[in-house]
């Protein structure tokens, strides 16, 4: 029942339903109680406006002062005779209600014994039609009183038989109040936790009375709190997923599109591949868009096909001949929408399509994941070809969209949108639409400066309440994250990395590094968040060792790099060189020994302690990637990964070898260094494991890493070099066919 038939029926409600309060016997007294009630407050019926405002007034004392039920009933009739509900404003409909009370509605809910020859839901539906009057106030309907209606209105959705008229409108009373408890802000969360969520799945699933009303507030409750919803009531809401589904997949006419829209609602978090409700969202879905369809019926099934694809990738698709051609129709729609979307520029049209084209965007970022996947690919290579040109010309449509309205919609979440979705393209491919991303990346380094400034001052305000000025950054949220794998491409490029240095990428990104170092340390104790930031780390890393190798002045030069230097030299010693961190020590450790080589006047290369825990955590790192174990097939001892380091390696192998190479130059470098590394016993283990080893189990590439440490430590000092020639120095040199280190040692 809609709002307006409400405001009305608190008034003439109490006129049709007097006969049915009271009884037949009764109604007299009623009336007569009426009449007496108006001559003793002075009521007249006029009908001029200054009167009845008047006679209003008295109406609501003489209310307010009933001293029973008959007194209040007869009250309420009372007004119905003096004013009509569309002339009365919210504010006297709320003094109404508050001169009613919630106790007359309350004993009319669990009154049971009706008056003779009345129906026995009479009182409970009266009862009900008043709570959905008071209701149509949002004050009221997140009242407590109302809220611990709620079990009551669920008795009444389970029970009622909808081929009583009465029912029937109890069943839209019902209705109507948990419409308004929805829609307050306390109001999910207590439909949840009071059990409404189960009562109207159950009533969608039975296609009990009003089951289309059920369903509208259930996509309601998934909207509002999808997460608390799963997880009060999974298998209320499978059961309306599997309804929902087999409806779907059955259904040739418009419910077919209807059912689009609501099913986006109901996809669980988690759900089994070949589940059987997967495969009948398939088979509808696949109907769908293999037919010629109107963009008004097509868009639906788009959006519940990227709802699917986000929330399980490709999973929810069969595999074979079939599945592999329906996922390839469905990324290549999702790139002819982008195009037609975004290619001409009518903005006024892009924003209207915003939400369709983002839609669009999740279909290309998981074709982009199954076109690089390598195994148990959902296409065939074939395919993968003809998708890669597709999604290149997309992506052009995105970067012109970009460059030509990115500057004018900084604020739009959209663009936030198709800047991440841009970023995982970079992420794999940086040879196509070079010169276009070039031209681009001001913009990109632009937006991602000023989302990260926004972050801060947003976590700043969240922290610090009282500091803030009440009014919130337009936050879309962490720009340079989705960002950063491209970068660490086209940084190693010679084109986008001056465009990036001379738009000042090296201080944005250090600042970035720090900042993603606290909410490293800080998040240590949440998994999922801590895994994020560990990645986000690593991939700096990268960016910064590109800039290194390939502009090492730039790292006297730019300021930034001097803080990132001292970050580095904070943060290594406190990660585990061996423990689940491995990656990202691998990465610091490179990054950290590559710049020091570059900044040795730095104040805190200077034999400091901090100095001297990151050269230590770095040996420790470089000291512990090999040992030496026995071969059973051989019989001898063979130089084999640490176990530590096996799953890692192919990741971090390149940085141990750089890492290697690095912390060799910075022994002639740092006179203190070699000291370090006789307190650590490196050198006396690597000695002692080369001595025991057979020289055919250690490859040539790690000879010359363990020889260009051993010639500098035997170069720059004595003790060092006293070390080796007592562990056979010359020997093993002759042995690995170390000819540096032998002509080093033969000289003395």
Known sequence: MAEGEHEEGVLSLVER???AFVGPRRCGVVED??????????????????????????????????????????????????????EIDSKTRRRIFDAVGFTFPNRLLISKDPPEGVPGHTFQALGLTLLACFCTNPDLAEHPQVLNKIPTFNSVIAACDSGNA?????????????????????????????????????????????????????????????????????????????????EFQKAEDVTKFQLCEALRHFVPPLL????????????????????????SQRDPALKLAACLTQAYGSGWIPTGRSGSKFFALLANLACVEVRMSLEYLDLAAIDEKQELVATCYVLMEHAILECTREEESLLQEEQKVQLVGILEEAFGAVVYYLSQAGWEKLTDPFVFASIRILGAWLAEETSSLKQEICDLLPFLLHYAKLQFEMGKKVRSSLQNPESGDGQEPAWQGDALRFLLPGLSHLTAEDQPRAILISEGAPLLLCNYFSHQWELFISDSEIPFASDAVESTLQTACAIFLNFVVAVPELISREDCFAVLMEELLKSLPSLRPQGEHLSLVAGMTALGLMMARKQTAHPGLQKTPEAEGFFSAAITFLAKAHVAQPDTVSESVVLQLSPAYEAAWPNIGELWLLGMQAFASCVPLFRWLPEIVLHSVWLQDLLGFLGCVSPTSVDLELVTAFQGVLVELATSSHPCREVIQQHRGAELANLYGMAALEQCLSHQ
Not at 55 to 83: G, H, M, P, W, Y
Not at 179 to 196: D, S
Request: a neutral charge; one cysteine or more; hydrophobic letters at 45%.
């Open 17 to 19: 339903n007097r006969w």
């Open 33 to 86: 109680t009426a009449n007496a009630m108006a001559t003793g407050a002075d009521i007249i019926a006029d009908d001029s406006e200054s009167s009845r405002n008047a006679t209003l007034e008295r109406c609501l004392n003489v209310l307010r002062d009933a001293r029973n039920d008959s007194e209040q009933f007869a009250a309420l009739l009372l007004i119905t005779k003096v004013a009509k509900a569309g």
């Open 166 to 246: 009465s029912c029937g409108s109890m069943i839209n009373d019902v209705y109507q109040c948990l419409g308004a408890i929805l829609a307050t802000p306390k109001g999910p969360r207590e439909l949840v936790n009071r059990g409404a969520l189960v009562a109207l799945c159950q009533a969608y699933v039975n296609h009990s009375y009003g089951y289309d009303q059920a369903l509208q507030l259930l996509v309601g409750l998934l909207t509002s709190a999808e997460a608390k919803c799963w997880l009060r009531a999974p298998s209320a809401l499978m059961g309306v997923l599997d309804a929902l589904s087999a």
């Open 272 to 295: 089994l591949p070949g589940s059987e409700c997967l495969q009948s969202l398939y088979q509808g879905l696949s109907s769908i868009l293999s037919s010629k369809l109107s963009a």
